[in-house]
């Protein structure tokens, strides 16, 4: 905590002066009744401070929240300032000094998610340095699981039909904060989305599309074949309306969208089996590794996913395989995805090895999940 570390494990307190609500302010002394830091208390969190001061003690309120709301601004402004891009995650938790909190602004909107009960109580301060620095027109609030808390409006008014429509370097995008996954958008692929649009061939298979960020991507770059694969039906049909909403653009009209609904593992088995071929294909599947003893797991099934991708890929095509699991190393990742090329036969060339966007910036090792490797097969 010392070196600026925003938890504080229940395991690691010895001594409660008295009992909190959750988010009431926490002050840490050290052994030598030292002031060390103030955060946050969360009464059944495993984290039971969310730490936002240290140092030198300070007030936890409205001003330190501007602050740290003006800061974060600051750090984004060369995307807040792109027209092309309205979709901007503003803060991200630890990294920008809000233990526990996310927000991303699609367009003029704001979706809040926290991950503690602690901020239940703070969220009117929150908001207002939110509103004070973005003016946005409205805030929805939406919880982890673990919080005992149902979406709601914080400010303003949220769209009737749930959906935010936003743009990524000129194309169109619709959020569902309430439907979806994350805040409604996988916005920190922004980056591999682009450089696949920069790299993509002609036929293109999209795994664990989810709403076909990728896939998109990959048509405004010129690819004439998309296919994207998802177990979810909801999320397929949002590819093609993603696809609808762009057809103006004469790339994306051009390109021929497939959506195939199916478990990603048996799905490329079956489009092996059966020929097909693709010059470039994007596997981004869900976190395999919720805990440290899940890693090792996780590993296999990227190496599986390589295998089957390999199969599938045309001689000379490109591969884009992501892990959001911040508990796979990336080095690990790599190291197996190129083991397993290797053994297939197919030593990968690299292209690029991608990590965070600039919104989504690792100040503490727990906050990098997301890698990804580039790299063309012979
Ligand atoms: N690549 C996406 C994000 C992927 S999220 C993007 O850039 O937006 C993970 C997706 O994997 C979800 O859409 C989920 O429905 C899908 N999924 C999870 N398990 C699956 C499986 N076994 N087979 C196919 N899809 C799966």
């Given at each position: 905590?010392?070196?600026?570390?925003?938890?504080?494990?229940?395991?690691?307190?010895?001594?409660?002066?008295?009992?909190?609500?959750?988010?009431?302010?926490?002050?840490?002394?050290?052994?030598?009744?030292?002031?060390?830091?103030?955060?946050?208390?969360?009464?059944?969190?495993?984290?039971?401070?969310?730490?936002?001061?240290?140092?030198?003690?300070?007030?936890?309120?409205?001003?330190?929240?501007?602050?740290?709301?003006?800061?974060?601004?600051?750090?984004?402004?060369?995307?807040?300032?792109?027209?092309?891009?309205?979709?901007v995650r503003i803060l991200y938790g630890e990294s920008d000094g809000f233990s526990g909190v996310v927000a991303d602004l699609y367009g003029e909107h704001l979706v809040v998610k926290i991950y503690s009960p602690a901020?239940?109580?703070?969220?009117?301060?929150?908001?207002?340095?939110?509103?004070?620095?973005?003016?946005?027109?409205?805030?929805l609030l939406l919880a982890a699981r673990r919080v005992a808390q149902e979406p709601a409006v914080v400010l303003g008014e949220f769209p009737a039909d749930e959906t935010l429509p936003f743009v990524e370097a000129g194309?169109?995008?619709?959020?569902?904060?309430?439907?979806?996954?994350?805040?409604?958008?996988?916005?920190?692929?922004?980056?591999?989305?682009?450089?696949?649009?920069?790299?993509?061939?002609?036929?293109?298979?999209?795994?664990?599309?989810?709403?076909?960020?990728?896939?998109?991507?990959?048509?405004?770059?010129?690819?004439?074949?998309?296919?994207?694969?998802?177990?979810?039906?909801?999320?397929?049909?949002?590819?093609?309306?993603?696809?609808?909403?762009?057809?103006?653009?004469?790339?994306?009209?051009?390109?021929?969208?497939?959506?195939?609904?199916?478990?990603?593992?048996?799905?490329?088995?079956?489009?092996?089996?059966?020929?097909?071929?693709?010059?470039?294909?994007?596997?981004?599947?869900?976190?395999?590794?919720?805990?440290?003893?899940?890693?090792?797991?996780?590993?296999?099934?990227?190496?599986?996913?390589?295998?089957?991708?390999?199969?599938?890929?045309?001689?000379?095509?490109?591969?884009?395989?992501?892990?959001?699991?911040?508990?796979?190393?990336?080095?690990?990742?790599?190291?197996?995805?190129?083991?397993?090329?290797?053994?297939?036969?197919?030593?990968?060339?690299?292209?690029?090895?991608?990590?965070?966007?600039?919104?989504?910036?690792?100040?503490?090792?727990?906050?990098?999940?997301?890698?990804?490797?580039?790299?063309?097969?012979?």
């Amino acid at each position: 905590m010392r070196a600026g570390h925003p938890w504080l494990f229940a395991s690691s307190i010895r001594e409660v002066n008295r009992e909190g609500r959750a988010g009431d302010p926490a002050v840490i002394f050290d052994r030598k009744n030292r002031f060390l830091a103030a955060g946050l208390w969360d009464p059944e969190g495993p984290i039971r401070v969310r730490i936002l001061v240290t140092g030198k003690p300070a007030p936890i309120g409205a001003e330190l929240f501007r602050r740290l709301v003006a800061d974060a601004v600051t750090l984004r402004r060369p995307l807040l300032d792109d027209p092309a891009t309205t979709g901007v995650r503003i803060l991200y938790g630890e990294s920008d000094g809000f233990s526990g909190v996310v927000a991303d602004l699609y367009g003029e909107h704001l979706v809040v998610k926290i991950y503690s009960p602690a901020w239940i109580p703070r969220l009117p301060e929150l908001a207002e340095a939110l509103e004070a620095e973005l003016a946005p027109r409205s805030i929805l609030l939406l919880a982890a699981r673990r919080v005992a808390q149902e979406p709601a409006v914080v400010l303003g008014e949220f769209p009737a039909d749930e959906t935010l429509p936003f743009v990524e370097a000129g194309l169109h995008y619709e959020a569902h904060p309430i439907q979806g996954h994350k805040t409604g958008f996988y916005l920190d692929q922004r980056d591999n989305r682009a450089r696949l649009g920069q790299l993509t061939g002609p036929r293109v298979l999209n795994v664990f599309s989810y709403t076909g960020g990728f896939s998109l991507a990959a048509a405004a770059g010129g690819a004439t074949e998309v296919t994207s694969l998802d177990v979810s039906e909801a999320a397929l049909a949002q590819a093609d309306r993603h696809f609808e909403l762009n057809a103006h653009l004469p790339a994306v009209a051009a390109t021929r969208h497939h959506t195939l609904r199916g478990d990603a593992f048996e799905a490329m088995e079956g489009l092996a089996r059966s020929g097909t071929r693709f010059d470039t294909v994007v596997v981004d599947p869900p976190s395999f590794a919720k805990e440290a003893r899940q890693a090792a797991g996780a590993l296999d099934q990227y190496g599986r996913l390589t295998r089957l991708a390999l199969r599938v890929l045309a001689p000379g095509g490109l591969l884009l395989q992501a892990s959001c699991s911040s508990r796979v190393s990336a080095e690990d990742l790599f190291l197996r995805i190129h083991q397993v090329a290797r053994d297939a036969g197919r030593p990968l060339e690299e292209v690029d090895r991608t990590g965070h966007p600039l919104d989504h910036p690792v100040r503490i090792p727990e906050n990098a999940y997301l890698k990804a490797l580039l790299a063309r097969a012979p």
